[in-house]
């Protein structure tokens, strides 16, 4: 076997989001003789990044204090608020009053891909080399133990693993720190959290599914600013989540929907309900003539503060979304991932090392943050109206309560078909498109060579045809926003066929399957969606 090439870096960043990009400007601010690189798997930067988003800006004008000079091309200042119930498919009742998490005068509503390819190149002129299209699929150690890089995945395998006659061969991608800036359940996260036990000490990870379209609506439709968040059907009262909608520039608009994964019903379907709630008369009429421009689906971390794993180990770091920064009342997690990577970066200028990254990272703002809104989501787990009433108290407290709700993990959550009655969701008749998944998918322009090996691997197919058949009625066929998984009867009988190439990375699977039996791995370069401004 021959010597895989080697790239040496004094760091390496995994991840050019919001978090690895913030980060990689920071340190070549502080130390420009630093050689600093980061990887992307998408295809382009900002191609796989998916957010609400409306963001704080006071990180960014730390980080680049002349950006509105030139702003990213999507960055709308925040309007007025509204927060709406949606009391089932008919009626809505508008709050009075919007949560003081929601007020959002003085922020931005952005697309995070763009504001993403926007900053690269602010990376780039500081010297710092941005690699789109390298997937790195696992992190490489030392004779010590100690992360010493990553392995970019080969190119040009086969479905059947031979090597096809463009095979390249992935290299190793080296340096004396790591830092891990993945985004939300982050393969290479997820293996070394599991692999130094980062987590021992902190409740479970808790996640949402997040769907998002971005609409091209008739002209003058538009209100540029104005921010509508809903809660209330579609979902049931026992299943956190809502619905937002922002109103770009050029008569666009940005509508989404959230829901906890730590769900029950075995029979809910995320991406039907967000169909619904699109044709429901407060959203309908908007959207009606309009065109859908892009769509897809990313899985949203909101443990928080409870759920924080260790952030450091030996050689590496947990920035952002793979640490799990996100304040979920807030719905925003960009400030505090620009925020953690900036920090991150100050620690290595300041010290040369990983160890020590932890404790700043807990004695930070951020912390601060997430701490007094911890309680408010796993309030939730009480009911729609045990969480409100729970979120109105620590609002009123600012956090002060003497005790720290537990997070579960949601694969936990789901029930068995016998023992879960379906509650009866309302649905109404559906006019908007996309009409099924598989034209969803169409709007995420998700590209995978089909013979390339399968990234969604299953332990055990068997479970999913018999154990799992009988006793969740195949969950992964509805949680799933893609159609990835089908269960399909043919001559040889029942089995398991996984449509890889619908896949949208939006990690789902890996989080919600009752088994823990799936797990979610880096494709070849470049494959997966392809977002435009979403």
Not at 8 to 24: C, H, K, N, R, S
Not at 199 to 215: F, R, V
Not at 369 to 389: C, D, Q, S, T, Y
């Amino acid at each position: 076997m021959s010597e895989r090439e080697t790239m040496q870096y004094d760091v390496i960043t995994v991840g050019a989001g919001p978090a690895g990009l913030a980060f990689a400007i920071r340190l070549k601010q502080l130390k420009p003789d630093l050689n600093v690189c980061v990887i992307e798997k998408a295809s382009a930067i900002g191609a796989q990044i998916l957010s609400g988003a409306v963001i704080e800006p006071q990180p960014l004008n730390e980080l680049l204090p002349e950006w509105g000079a030139s702003p990213p091309p999507i960055c709308v200042p925040a309007g007025k608020d509204e927060f709406w119930w949606l009391r089932d498919h008919a009626r809505a009742t508008k709050f009075p009053i919007v949560p003081p998490q929601l007020h959002n005068h003085g922020n931005f509503i952005v697309s995070l891909g763009a504001l993403c390819a926007w900053l690269a190149p602010q990376a780039e002129a500081l010297g710092v080399d941005v690699f789109p299209g390298f997937a790195a699929s696992e992190a490489i150690f030392d004779d010590a133990g100690a992360v010493k890089g990553v392995r970019i995945g080969d190119m040009g395998v086969a479905r059947d693993g031979s090597h096809k006659p463009g095979y390249t061969e992935g290299i190793d991608i080296v340096a004396p720190i790591t830092v891990l800036g993945e985004g939300c359940r982050g393969s290479i996260s997820k293996q070394l959290i599991a692999r130094y036990r980062l987590d021992a000490e902190s409740n479970p990870q808790t996640y949402g599914i997040g769907l998002k379209e971005l609409w091209q609506l008739p002209e003058g439709r538009g209100e540029a600013g104005k921010i509508v968040h809903t809660l209330g059907w579609p979902l049931d009262p026992a299943i956190y989540g809502g619905s937002f909608l922002y109103h770009l520039d050029k008569d666009r608009v940005a509508i989404g929907f959230v829901a906890g994964l730590d769900y029950a019903d075995p029979e809910f379907k995320p991406f039907e309900a967000f169909q619904q709630l699109k044709n429901h008369p407060l959203f309908k009429p908007l959207l009606e003539g309009g065109e859908i421009l892009s769509a897809g689906a990313r899985a949203i971390i909101e443990g928080g503060y409870q759920s924080l794993p260790k952030v450091e180990m030996p050689g590496a770091m947990l920035i952002g979304d793979s640490a799990g920064l996100v304040n979920v009342p807030k719905i925003k997690g960009t400030h505090q991932a620009m925020r953690s990577g900036m920090l991150a970066a100050e620690h290595i200028a300041e010290t040369g090392k990983t160890a020590g990254w932890d404790a700043k990272l807990r004695a930070s703002v951020v912390m601060k943050e997430l701490r007094k809104v911890r309680n408010i989501r796993p309030g939730f787990n009480k009911g729609l109206w045990f969480g409100l009433a729970n979120a109105g108290w620590e609002t009123a407290t600012a956090g002060l309560s003497p005790w720290t709700l537990k997070n579960h993990a949601d694969h936990s959550a789901l029930k068995k078909v016998s023992e879960y009655e379906s509650p009866k969701r309302d649905w109404t008749e559906r006019t908007l498109p996309p009409r099924d998944r598989l034209a969803s998918v169409y709007f995420a322009a998700t590209e995978h060579d089909e013979d390339q090996p399968v990234h969604l691997k299953v332990a055990d197919t068997n479970v999913c045809i018999t154990k799992c058949s009988e006793e969740y009625d195949n969950p992964c066929t509805r949680f799933c926003p893609a159609g990835v998984y089908e269960i399909v009867e043919d001559e040889a009988g029942k089995r398991l066929q996984i449509n890889a190439a619908n896949c949208v990375h939006c990690k789902t699977c890996d989080i919600k399957d009752p088994y823990q039996i799936i797990t979610w791995v880096t494709p070849e370069g470049g494959s997966g969606p392809n977002y435009q401004n979403l």
